[in-house]
């Protein structure tokens, strides 16, 4: 049984167009998170769910909009592609309490035409 | 506020050689910290983490971190790498107790060359 899962694992589309990547867990946690990983490897956290209220949102333009209908998934939506946002984006998951793993999803990588 | 500093952003090492993965951090309070190691085409996975006790920790796959609260230091060491290890390693530490936010170094890139 995969933990978390992300849908699509690759998403080819053009600039100014809207999608959407979608993210599961089943391992009973209750916070989620998104991260942007650029073409360097360098991983930025982007938002932060906790029991479907936000946490964290870290400077991400409002193009991008996370949503939570339930703690076990949380969704990003992006508007307005641009060639900047082509990248792989991973979700995670963890329990609440310090120190806890977190878990990675298998990522999506987003290519802007 | 946190932070994370991989020194080394390529670290070729022959197979069954040993090898050492600098990290240090910077942190106001105690902290937590994390080994995730990344295979191409993967999400992270966690190899090892501190959180308290003995400053020597084992993780998997035969990778060991040792903290060090003076030197601010958490490295990573295998005595005898694989090629199966070429990965890209990350280091990251969150703040203790509740929900707190991990922020994760630039990481590692761990070449294993036959």
């Known amino acids: 049984d995969t933990a978390v899962s992300q849908t699509p694992k690759y998403l080819v589309t053009q600039m100014g167009n809207d999608k959407s990547i979608k993210c599961e867990q089943n391992l009973g946690h209750d916070t989620m998170y998104w991260y942007k990983q650029d073409s360097k490897k360098f991983l930025k956290i982007m938002f932060s769910?906790?029991?479907?209220?936000?946490?964290i949102n870290e400077t991400v333009p409002n193009r991008f909009s996370p949503k939570s209908p339930d703690k076990a998934h949380l969704n990003l939506h992006i508007n307005s592609l641009e060639l900047g946002d082509s990248a792989v984006y991973f979700c995670?998951?963890?329990?609440?309490?310090?120190?806890?793993?977190?878990?990675f999803g298998p990522g999506t990588r987003l290519t802007v035409l | 506020a946190q932070s994370v500093t991989q020194l080394d952003s390529q670290v070729p090492v022959f197979e069954e050689a040993p090898v050492e993965l600098r990290c240090n951090y910077s942190s106001s309070v105690s902290v937590y910290l994390f080994w995730y190691v990344q295979y191409p085409n993967q999400g992270l996975q966690l190899l090892l983490k501190y959180l308290s006790g003995s400053t020597l920790v084992k993780g998997i796959n035969g990778f060991e971190a040792e903290f060090n609260k003076s030197q601010t230091s958490f490295h990573l060491r295998k005595p005898s790498v694989h090629i199966s290890d070429t990965a890209e390693y990350f280091c990251a530490v969150s703040g203790p107790g509740g929900y707190q936010k991990v922020t994760f170094g630039t990481g590692t890139k761990l070449q294993v060359i036959p």
């Open positions: 995670a998951s963890t329990l609440t309490e310090g120190g806890d793993t977190q878990y």
């Open positions: 769910y906790n029991n479907k209220e936000l946490i």
